[in-house]
């Protein structure tokens, strides 16, 4: 009997009415905290199961996993979504598009929310500032993307590897001043780790290092490259395509046509404006098929919480 248990079943058992447990369910505001808890306790006593139960009398899957973009609007991440939402749908699983505006606070209520949906799995875009104990009622289902946390799955570029390539390659081409606009350390991997990189190798190729560290907006690359070039700067690496594209815009305005710009990302968009920019393709579109992957696999086979590194490659 509790299988078949619905929304106006719990609103009877409550006292209350269809569109207050709907609330419930969505955590919508509108309900007093008493209100809520008792609606609550009645789903918990009878065994309730949401989302199951709303898909069922709608006739549709109940395998739903979320998808937690930092921005809808990434370029990098919709090419790792491109890749995702095929092998979800491939293997039976409805995807839902969540987006985190890079905050912790939303990340946590996103995952309250889908935690009572009874939601399958999640796959999380990470950054700088989510703790591992709003991620730890989901560790078995759970995969991080461009980010790693210890007892968890993961899907991460080789930031180090994608400035080692550039470096190399354009030092291969006589490029002895070499500049670098990247990201505040507070990011640790497009920030902290591609920025230690680009100075681990000016040390090793004995390179003076000039570098600004503005963030990831385009305008911010726009309105500080000028900062790093010098009347020797021959090449300038850019931690990101969105710094890269705002780079090249300054440059073409100052007629410098004589410094060669590398970027990390290869989106197509870069490719399409600037295919004269050497970049590096970290590997989005297959991030987005591994951590696809993982989840199904830990899902349906409890299979073990991997960490995935995926290998930079030069376009």
């Known amino acids: 009997m509790q299988n078949r248990l619905t929304i106006k079943d719990i609103a009877r058992l409550s006292g209350v009415g269809k569109s207050t447990v709907s609330r419930v369910l969505n955590n919508e505001s509108g309900v007093s905290a008493r209100t809520r808890e008792r609606v609550e306790a009645v789903m918990q006593q009878q065994g309730f199961s949401p989302s199951r139960s709303a898909r069922a009398m709608r006739g549709q899957s109940d395998k ?13 991440e919709n090419l790792a979504v491109q890749t995702i939402l095929p092998s979800l749908y491939e293997q039976g699983y409805d995807p839902i598009m969540m987006e985190s505006q890079f905050s912790p606070q939303l990340v946590d209520e996103h995952l309250g929310m889908l935690s009572r949906r009874n939601i399958d799995g999640v796959i999380l875009f990470g950054f700088t500032g989510i703790s ?11 995969v991080l993307i461009a980010r790693d ?14 400035i080692a390539i550039l470096m190399q390659t354009l030092y291969d081409q006589g490029h002895r001043h ?27 190729l004995r390179l003076t290092p000039v ?9 911010q690359g726009y309105e500080q490259v000028a900062g790093v070039l010098t009347p020797q700067t021959s090449a300038l690496i850019c931690a990101t395509d969105t710094l890269a594209l705002g780079a090249s815009k300054y440059l073409q305005e100052q007629q410098r046509g004589d410094v060669q710009l590398a970027s990390v990302g290869n989106t197509p968009l870069m490719k399409f404006l600037h295919p004269e920019i050497i970049a590096v393709d970290p590997g989005y579109a297959q991030a987005g098929l591994e951590a696809a992957s993982q989840l199904i696999a830990q899902i349906s086979q409890h299979a073990e919480l991997r960490q995935i590194v995926v290998p930079a490659t030069l376009s």
Request: charged letters at 20%; glycine letters at 6%.
């Open 64 to 76: 739903v996993v979320a998808i937690i973009v930092t921005r809808l609007d990434s370029l990098s």
């Open 132 to 142: 591992e104990k709003m991620l730890q009622p989901w560790q078995s289902t759970l």
């Open 149 to 162: 946390a210890k007892g968890y799955a993961s899907v991460c570029y080789d930031d180090e590897g994608a």
């Open 178 to 204: 070499i500049s670098f606009l990247g990201v505040p350390h507070s990011d640790t991997t497009t920030g902290l780790r591609r920025h230690q990189s680009y100075l681990a190798w000016c040390k090793k």
């Open 211 to 219: 570098d600004a560290l503005p963030g990831l907006a385009m305008k």
